[in-house]
């Protein structure tokens, strides 16, 4: 408009001596003036989407939200299940990366997957590469001096301590959910035990100081120097912990287990074996009294028992890097699981280690759910037989969904409940609070979803609805019933802490399960 009228007044009246050019100023300024009457009506017709769509994205938050607590409430926690955890504690510092690395240190020149880490450039290298793939890892660092000095400087930054170790705080996690009957097996010193419930037994040796493991966070999109930048939040653990990498707590916590008998023996923690100096045999033959114990205590012959009498038992995965290490925990460990807890990045790595003996270290961090679904399907398929039939559960966890896939009749209850109330706990710890505001959640699971790449299955395509948020559907996978159930993740976007997040989420996936 403004240029119109200006058009005009460029024209003064009376002045009709060139015809030809007052013709096209008039033809220019009707263009204009079309131009701008389009730009208008898509203006508002944006605006007007705009509107109609910003309830809906609201209403379908609150509707998702809302379904997903009336599924969780109606499945009852089995409270008298009796639980045994391990392996190992320590205290953790969750120390902003901000504060320790970034402001601190230049980036390195090059970023590089140390399995440990010997001096200070090695430590940034490895950091470097796990914070420029937005990759969680755990680190042992194999020099006391360095390991002191991190400690020191971590120690004038704004951290929280806490008990850590994925024994604990699946404990913790379950205590919570109301289960009474709890035997953790870790060592750890009178004032670490006060961060815990006293509800819960320990089984292992008092120390007199704890270890120290450094959890270095960092937000999305978190940058250094603009030379690396971390696609999503997550964090990079170091320590250099003598105790929980040989199971310190094993032999009281094994005696212990054999009056205990537990309904569930959740396996974790064996990660941080990783990077442990000495020979491997010595790790090794920590996790042969493992194989030991459960061969003589949790293995059963098929005839005549009902699934109740039996002890299940879950192994939670973690961030391997060291292929000695994973290839001893599968052949010593995973041919006794019934259950498996992994995340996104975890995933692929079991998957690659079972089929092709190697590692991947890094995957994509935001995978679809058809992509999950069939490594999930081929890692149901390859531990059937390596169990001879034992597997009954996979769950996996991502930022954006939860997949649990179960076996018919195998005695796993409530997979769709044990998914809604996984996709809750992710949001609520990261969130840092127990109640949910849809107005901190925002969903980024697709609207539909294939339920498979491959040609193996039926491919089907499931629409997202927020009345029903979790979709499970049966199908066939190794010549066995399958149930499969997928729930959409309330992200939060006010994240206060991802540390731990895997630990709480399978743990509240198992409790409705048991
Ligand atoms: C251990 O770390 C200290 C402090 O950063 C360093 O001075 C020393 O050279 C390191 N030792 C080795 C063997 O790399
Ligand atoms: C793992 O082994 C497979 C098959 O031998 C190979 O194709 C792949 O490149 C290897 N991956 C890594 C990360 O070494
Ligand atoms: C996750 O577990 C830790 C340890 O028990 C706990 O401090 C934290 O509050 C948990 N998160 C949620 C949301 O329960």
Not at 81 to 91: F, M, R
Not at 112 to 117: F, G, L, N, W
Not at 460 to 468: A, C, E, M, P
Request: proline fraction near 4%.
């Amino acid at each position: 408009m403004t240029c119109e009228s200006k058009l005009e007044k460029d024209t003064p009246p009376g002045k009709t001596s060139r015809p030809e050019l007052d013709d096209q100023s008039k033809r220019l300024s009707s263009t204009v003036l079309a131009i701008l009457l389009s730009i208008l009506v898509l203006a508002a017709a944006y605006y007007i989407q705009y509107i109609r769509s910003y309830k809906p994205i609201e209403k379908r938050l609150e509707d998702t939200l809302n379904s997903l607590l009336k599924i969780e409430r109606d499945a009852q926690v089995n409270v008298d299940a009796k639980i045994a955890i391990g392996y190992g504690a320590c205290l953790d510092y969750i120390v902003p990366s901000r504060c320790l690395i970034l402001n601190k240190r230049n980036p390195p020149t090059k970023a590089y997957h140390h399995v440990s880490v010997d001096d200070d450039n090695e430590l940034l290298e490895v950091f470097a590469y796990y914070f420029n793939h937005g990759a969680a890892a755990e680190r042992y660092i194999n020099n006391k001096t360095l390991f002191g000095e991190l400690v020191s400087i971590s120690e004038t930054c704004d951290i929280t301590r806490t008990v850590g170790g994925n024994a604990p705080i699946m404990a913790s996690r379950l205590i919570k959910e109301g289960i009474k009957n709890i035997l953790l097996g870790a060592q750890m010193s009178p004032k670490l035990r006060k961060y815990l419930d006293s509800d819960i037994t320990i089984a292992g040796p008092q120390t007199e100081t704890d270890d120290v493991h450094l959890l270095i966070e960092y937000p999305t999109g978190e940058n250094w120097l603009d030379i690396y930048s971390a696609p999503r939040a997550n964090r990079f653990i170091v320590h250099n912990d003598d105790n929980n990498p040989l199971l310190k707590s094993l032999e009281i916590f094994h005696r212990q287990m054999t009056v205990f008998k537990p309904d569930l023996f959740i396996i974790g923690g064996l990660q941080m074996m990783e990077g442990y100096p000495g020979n491997g045999e010595k790790k090794r033959s920590r996790l042969e009294k493992v194989n030991q114990f459960i061969k003589e205590n949790f293995v059963y012959d098929n005839h005549g028992d009902d699934h109740g009498k039996k002890t299940k038992i879950h192994f939670e995965m973690a961030s391997y890097s060291d292929e000695a290490i994973l290839r001893d925990i599968i052949e010593l460990i995973l041919p006794y699981v019934d259950s498996l807890g992994m995340n996104e990045q975890e995933l692929p790595n079991l998957y690659q280690m079972l089929t092709y003996g190697n590692l991947t270290l890094v995957s994509d961090p935001y995978p679809r759910v058809a992509m999950v679904l069939d490594q999930m399907r081929d890692i149901y398929e390859a531990m059937n037989s390596y169990t001879s039939g034992r597997i009954s559960r996979i769950h996996v966890h991502t930022l954006a969904f939860q997949a649990i896939l179960t076996q018919a009749n195998s005695g796993w209850k409530h997979t769709a409940a044990a998914a809604a109330k996984a996709a809750l706990t992710s949001h609520r710890h990261t969130c840092g609070s127990h109640e949910i505001d849809a107005a901190k959640a925002r969903l980024i699971m697709d609207e539909s979803f294939s339920t498979t790449r491959s040609s193996k299955q039926k491919i089907k395509r499931i629409l997202f609805n927020s009345n029903v948020p979790v979709a499970c559907w049966s199908e066939t996978i190794a010549g066995q019933q399958i149930q499969i159930c997928v729930a959409p993740v309330l992200v939060c976007t006010s994240v206060l802490q991802t540390g731990g997040g895997g630990d709480n989420v399978s743990a509240a996936g198992l409790v409705l399960q048991i």
